[in-house]
């Protein structure tokens, strides 16, 4: 008998510019892309992780679930910014029954939001247990707080979605490497989401995120900035940016402000490594792995290449998947950059932690 494609959930990427959504199929270990979709929001709906106007956010997600290949009505969403916090943690080596409690002890002298305001999770990176020089073992904590987990889940609802599973955007981002790359098991590469509000940056090493951080960066950074050195409104900067005409200015007198951010880009991408370096390997990153539409920003790939010294080039969320059908919407670049997030989420499971 033919093995049936199975439906999983829909993976919601709620950006701060954008809902994307998408959904993939899997038959034995192959994997297709059923459906991709974007739905633009009205700036300030969301911003860095926060849902500011859950009415619009609602209507958006609806609007775009209501494009006939989309057929999941569970979905698996990311938190973002300040709502949710990840640490690498290093623990004693201990048995497996010891960990809860040790994990939930040290998690109190790391997070800082109230213990009762926040839901705990952790992994166990390597176990060193049992074998007689480990003496530790390393965890990764994740601290959500209730009062974002809540506001995601309610608004689902309103859109008539049911919330399967809660991730981490630095999470989806290395399931959707580890789904389209062969990983190296010693390698370390650096993942950067450049979005609208914020960019997250992740180190992965040999597959696993090493540490990850968000930088109050993006897209509106350059925006702000061309707003102010040329004297235009938010709506034609983003126009500019983008590479059309805006208000009687050609796209090139955008450059040199472009140029300039992607230099302070630069600068703060190589001083959060600087800060994660304690806990990488002495050789550093040997890659960049780039994605986020803001990533698609004349000279940045350059200079960010440049600047830190390694080899820079696109995560492709789509390379492995096969398109399913005709219907399952477009594959351009455009899409590629902005679908990472969403297709890491599409690939959990219910029931996933
Ligand atoms: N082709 C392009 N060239 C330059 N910038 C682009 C391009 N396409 C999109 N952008 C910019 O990318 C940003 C949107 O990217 P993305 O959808 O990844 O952000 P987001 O997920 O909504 O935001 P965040 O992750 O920060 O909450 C916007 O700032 C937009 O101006
Ligand atoms: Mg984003």
Redesign the pocket.
Same mark, same amino acid.
């Given at each position: 008998m033919l093995r049936r494609w199975r439906c999983g959930l829909v993976g919601l990427?709620i *950006?701060?510019?954008?809902v994307?959504a998408a959904e993939l199929r899997r038959r034995g270990r192959k994997w297709s892309l059923a459906a991709f979709g974007?739905e633009q929001?009205p700036p300030g709906a #969301?911003d860095? *992780?926060v849902i500011a106007d859950p009415d619009t956010v609602a209507a958006a997600v609806r609007r775009l679930l209501g494009r006939t290949a989309f057929r999941a009505r569970s979905a698996a969403v990311a938190l973002?910014g300040n709502t949710v916090m990840v640490r690498r943690i290093t623990l004693p080596a201990m048995r497996p029954e010891e960990l809860d409690g040790s994990v939930y002890w040290e998690a109190r002298q790391h997070i800082p939001f109230p213990a009762e305001d926040v839901a705990l999770d952790y992994q166990v990176l390597n176990t060193a247990a049992g074998e007689p020089d480990g003496a530790t073992c390393e965890v990764l904590l994740v601290a959500a707080r209730r009062d974002s987990v809540a506001a995601y889940v309610g608004v689902l609802e309103q859109a008539g979605v049911t919330v399967a599973v809660i991730d981490v955007g630095a999470f989806a981002l290395r399931n959707a490497l580890a789904l389209n790359y062969d990983i190296d098991p010693t390698a370390v590469a650096a993942l950067l989401? #450049? *979005? &609208? &509000?914020?960019v =997250?940056l992740t180190v992965v090493a040999g597959g696993q995120p090493l540490c990850t951080r968000e930088l109050p960066l =993006?897209? /509106?950074t350059?925006?702000e900035a061309l707003g102010r050195e040329l004297g235009l409104a938010a709506a034609d900067a /983003?126009q500019l940016?983008?590479?059309h005409r805006a208000a009687g200015r050609e796209p090139e007198e955008a450059l040199p402000v472009v140029q300039s951010v992607n230099g302070s880009m630069v600068t703060e991408v190589a001083g959060a490594l600087e800060l994660f370096r304690a806990a990488m390997p002495p050789k550093g990153i040997g890659s960049l792995l780039l994605?986020?539409? &803001?990533s698609?920003?004349?000279g940045l790939a350059g200079a960010l290449a440049d600047g830190l010294g390694v080899g820079v080039t696109p995560l492709d969320p789509f390379r492995r998947l096969e398109p399913l059908a005709a219907r399952s919407g477009r594959r351009s670049e455009?899409d590629g950059?902005?679908a990472a997030?969403a297709v890491g989420l599409a690939l959990r499971r219910a029931g996933d932690r």
């Open positions: 990427d *950006g701060s510019s954008a994307k974007v929001l #969301v860095a *992780g973002a989401d #450049v *979005g &609208a &509000a914020a =997250g =993006g897209g /509106r350059y925006v /983003r940016l983008l590479g994605c986020g539409g &803001a698609r920003i004349e455009a950059s902005l997030v």
